[in-house]
């Protein structure tokens, strides 16, 4: 029996009017939540076109024209944008009938392509409830006709699976959603030895220890400490006349452990260092969580890859802007200065709210000795 994708009503209407404005097809991402029992998709968002395309240019006529990097490219910056909790569980395509009968091979290789890309951006391991499914649509522009079908992306060899995907409203109207802040003060350095001073690779060297430290942490769920096995809403009381429209938030604190134990001890090591990075700063962290019985460690889970990816994308972004304003940097720290740059998220998906644009206050601060 294939995986169950309940559906947002909106994402079957957005899908609708692209069959209608776009011909001959149409290609796009599907943004959701994994659960061991079932999926869920909540938002659809089509591949933009290219800076060289207008909007109203007419749409490529070929499979083969499906541009493969820049779909790729396209989930990585959607992945930025989403909360914890969610992810891009796939790809859709919308053709006519002619086109749609050789459209699974793209889908397919557009599947694993933009796993492997997500993935190795990623500084948490998956775990073992992981669900590695990702979905597969194919719509027919001529008469709707859907057929859904997944891959697991564990298995390259694998085939593909049939799925069901059933239509359903107000879907996430009624999730939980956590919240935090987290105080980082990263200190990393830069070793003598590193060419160039190499900045992404130092500073991903650093947060990957700072994420097994957030990953070691202990997460107070609105002042508690609860068990991993425990439902997250078990113990809260229902509110009289309360309905089920508004999203229930929990309050959740993060406490690092100042020491690791005597089973985690590692040899002191001195290093001759040329300068450091120092990532000091607040980051404001949200992750939701499907109402159907969620238990505490999975609410917990969907909150630290939040907190680990917030700060690995906010890095990621500043570095892109130094390549992208070489020259100027370059001088900068050719002369040895101090770099010193605020990191902004892009808009990120909120479940309830079309957008929500949070600002994460982090100072990224490269001195060179």
Known sequence: MGRTYLVEEA??????????????????????????????IIRAARTPPKEEQKEGDASPSKLDSIDEEWITAHASQISRMLPGGLLVLGVFIIATPELLKDSQNALRRLIFSIEKSLTKRRLWKPSEEDVSDRVALQVCSATKKIVCRTYDVQDPKGSAKPADWKYQSALSASWLSLGCTVN???????LATSPNHDLTKNTKNGLNRWSKQIEDSIFLINGQVKDNDTGLLEGQKKLRGSTHSSTQIFDVKVLTQLSQGSSHRS????????????????????????NNKPKVKEAIQALKRDIINTLSDRCEILFEDLIINEGRCKKMLDKKKELSALVKSVFRINVKEKTKSLKQKVTLTVILV
């Open 267 to 290: 040899t002191a090591a001195v290093q001759v260092c040329s300068g450091s990075i120092n990532l000091k700063g607040a980051v404001k962290c949200r992750a939701y969580v499907n």
């Open 11 to 40: 994402v079957g209407q957005y899908l609708s009017d692209l069959s209608v404005k776009f011909k001959p097809f149409v290609t796009g991402l599907l943004i959701g939540q994994c659960s061991p029992q079932r999926d869920y």
């Open 184 to 190: 980082v003060n990263i200190h990393i350095p830069l």
